[in-house]
């Protein structure tokens, strides 16, 4: 924001150069990239900018990488089993479809 300008005519201004905001709520936002990796951003701040028809987002919070490669722990599996008394198929399905333990439990549970 330019120091001294207001919000109100910062708006009035992008407005007049057809230039509109929207802030969309959002909880997480994965860019799925071509060389299998996932960008992962978690509390995501995300504004969609209209600018002449042309359509853009400008996104901002915690950022991470992951393999989009799923590897599962022995551990992991053993946890589900024990948690929710599911066989050990039953348990790394879980995990494959959620990718995390908590919500695996909590699906089999």
Request: cysteine-free.
């Amino acid at each position: 924001m330019m120091p001294g300008l207001s919000p109100k005519k910062m708006e009035a201004m992008m407005k007049q150069m057809g230039i509109q905001q929207q802030n969309i709520d959002a909880s997480q936002v994965i860019i799925k990239k071509t060389d299998g990796t996932n960008t992962i951003i978690e509390n995501p701040q995300v504004t969609k900018i209209n600018m002449q028809g042309n359509q853009s987002f400008q996104i901002t919070g915690d950022v991470r990488e992951e393999s989009e490669a799923l590897t599962i722990s022995e551990e992991d599996i053993k946890a589900v089993m024990e948690k929710t008394n599911a066989s050990e198929s039953q348990a790394k399905a879980a995990l494959e479809k959620t990718g995390d333990l908590a919500e695996a439990i909590m699906e089999l549970s």
